[in-house]
């Protein structure tokens, strides 16, 4: 008789505590989060300060951990509430735990050699940029606006690639830094770029090119660009290159044409004539440089 009663009341203990046990589950699961049965009446918001040099002290410092907070990655995820009662005793499953930062070292190297933070988002087909950027524990990448906003529109924590529930997120920044890779790469280009063609710029004003073309165009440009007004044989003024006079005209100094040596000076025809035949050598050299030269009437 006496077993009976104790077998009894070990089951009404049981039945007790499992109950117990499920109105704790239900009070802390399915109730609003806010819900306290300890402390039902609202608590006081903490004011902020009057002063103004404190309030902008403390915006300051709220924007400084917001930057830090966002330059560095994090789980997004809040932290999961503790076990209740039921899930302690095996009467409801426990949830799935979260992964460590080894486990995530491992979702970020998969994501890296596939690629996708190279790829635009599965979800608006555009590059990532600097906006904001997630990455799921099932290894895909997506914005983070973006993922909000299908989370909203399909009520339920589904990764729009591989269809997994009940994944976790954390925000990274691998677009954002193969975006100011890229950025930086551009700048480098287009800047030695710039520099090199300033660089052949000037060699081509200092350099003499060999083919011949080039090389009368490059003496006949420097002429035009030197102010080169007397003749060096007879010290008489030269007559600009596309004057044109009349044979008739009486000042003889006029009808001289001018002559433009492969070296770059500018002589009087009628006086390098006379310098040539007054020299000994079968070719003569320039009477400045002393090189040996072709001559072109302009």
Not at 35 to 41: A, E, K, N, T, V
Not at 160 to 182: G, N, S, W
Request: aromatic content about 6%; overall charge positive; hydrophobic content about 30%.
């Amino acid at each position: 008789m006496s077993t009976r009663k104790d077998l009894e009341s070990k089951a009404n203990r049981k039945l007790v505590i499992d109950s117990v046990a499920f109105q704790d589950h239900i009070t802390r699961t399915l109730l609003h989060p806010d819900f306290s049965l300890s402390d039902p009446l609202l608590t006081c918001r903490r004011k902020p300060p009057r002063n103004a040099q404190t309030r902008r002290r403390v915006k300051d410092n709220g924007q400084q951990r917001q930057h830090q907070q966002e330059e560095r990655e994090h789980v997004l995820d809040s932290a999961p509430p503790p076990l209740t009662l039921a899930q302690k005793l095996g009467l409801v499953a426990s949830p799935a735990g979260r992964l460590t930062e080894n486990e995530w070292t491992l979702v970020k190297a998969r994501s890296v050699r596939q690629g996708d933070s190279a790829l635009p988002c599965a979800i608006c087909r555009e590059e990532f940029l600097l906006q904001p950027q997630v990455l799921l524990s099932c290894s895909h990448v997506f914005h983070r606006v973006c993922l909000q906003a299908f989370e909203r529109f399909s009520r339920r924590k589904c990764c729009p690639m591989c269809r997994k529930e009940q994944y976790e997120t954390r925000v990274i920044h691998d677009a954002a830094h193969l975006f100011r890779h890229k950025c930086a790469t551009r700048i480098q280009a287009c800047w030695r770029g710039y520099a090199v063609r300033t660089r052949y710029r000037n060699l081509r004003k200092t350099i003499c090119p060999k083919d011949k073309v080039l090389r009368r165009k490059f003496f006949e440009r420097k002429v035009t660009q030197r102010d080169v007004k007397d003749c060096p044989i007879c010290l008489t003024a030269l007559r600009s290159p596309g004057l044109h006079t009349d044979a008739g005209s009486p000042n003889r100094q006029h009808q001289r044409r001018v002559v433009l040596l492969s070296c770059s000076h500018l002589f009087h025809q009628f006086c390098l004539e006379a310098f040539e035949a007054f020299a000994p050598e079968s070719r003569p050299s320039c009477p400045l440089c002393r090189s040996v030269y072709h001559k072109k009437l302009i």
